[in-house]
């Protein structure tokens, strides 16, 4: 089976504050996602990575930034903390493209900036 | 840019079919795919169907594709509690893009 795990499953932190949440998979998949889910909006793609050292932004990368110096972990970083960035965290990892791409989560990070 | 558009809300009675319903705009989407999230849970792939076909079964689930019209649907036979949840519905976009997400559909399962 394959086990996409994140670091924390909640997470407090203080306006200003340097967070990294990090995400590991264990199926050796090229692709990696880092998503936020809120309410009525449903998922909002921050960021990805199709190899190591790659990244590319997604629909929302402004605040944010990523990581990815191993295969198997992408690190989502928010550089200063803010309120609006309260909000769930999901990570993901999927086979390359020229497969059904089918992605699996993580379990997800809830996280509150005060 | 693509879209995938669902219904926010289905409420259905305990052993009552479910039918979540799932337009979508990308022509050249390849897969389309059903996810479940469980409250306080991550996705959870259910079923996935390639775009050449019309229709897949799996248990309780069925899953049916009009390509001409662009739309997806999810039915689930025999509705239980264990069945409430939000449920996704993903279109793989052509080109180098990750999937596309609808905004989730929250089924609620009445006793």
């Known amino acids: 089976d394959v086990k996409v795990t994140q670091s924390s499953r909640y997470l407090v932190k203080r306006t200003g504050e340097k967070v990294f949440l990090e995400c590991v998979q264990d199926?050796?998949?090229?692709?990696m996602f880092w998503y936020r889910q809120d309410p009525g909006l449903g998922l909002r793609l921050i960021y990805f990575s199709y190899d190591v050292k790659m990244k590319e932004k997604g629909d929302i990368p402004e605040g944010y930034s990523v990581s990815r110096e191993k295969k198997e972990r992408f690190s989502l970083i928010l550089e200063s903390a803010s309120t609006n960035q309260t909000s769930m965290y999901l990570c993901?990892?999927?086979?390359?493209?020229?497969?059904?791409?089918?992605?699996?989560f993580g379990p997800g990070t809830r996280l509150l900036v005060l | 840019g693509e879209d995938v558009e669902q219904s926010l809300f289905l409420s259905v009675r305990e052993g009552d079919s479910s039918v979540i319903n799932c337009t979508y705009t990308d022509s050249s989407s390849t897969y389309l795919y059903w996810y479940k999230q469980e409250p306080g849970a991550g996705l959870q792939l259910l079923t996935y169907?390639?775009?050449?076909?019309d229709m897949k079964q799996d248990q309780r689930l069925t899953v049916l594709l009009n390509k001409k019209d662009k739309h997806l649907s999810l039915r689930i036979a025999d509705t239980q509690t264990g069945d409430s949840a939000i449920y996704f519905c993903a279109e793989r976009e052509s080109g180098n893009t990750p999937l596309v997400f609808g905004k989730g559909t929250r089924l609620s399962v009445i006793a």
């Open positions: 993901a990892s999927s086979l390359p493209r020229g497969t059904e791409e089918t992605q699996y």
């Open positions: 199926m050796d998949h090229e692709n």
């Open positions: 169907i390639f775009s050449n076909m």
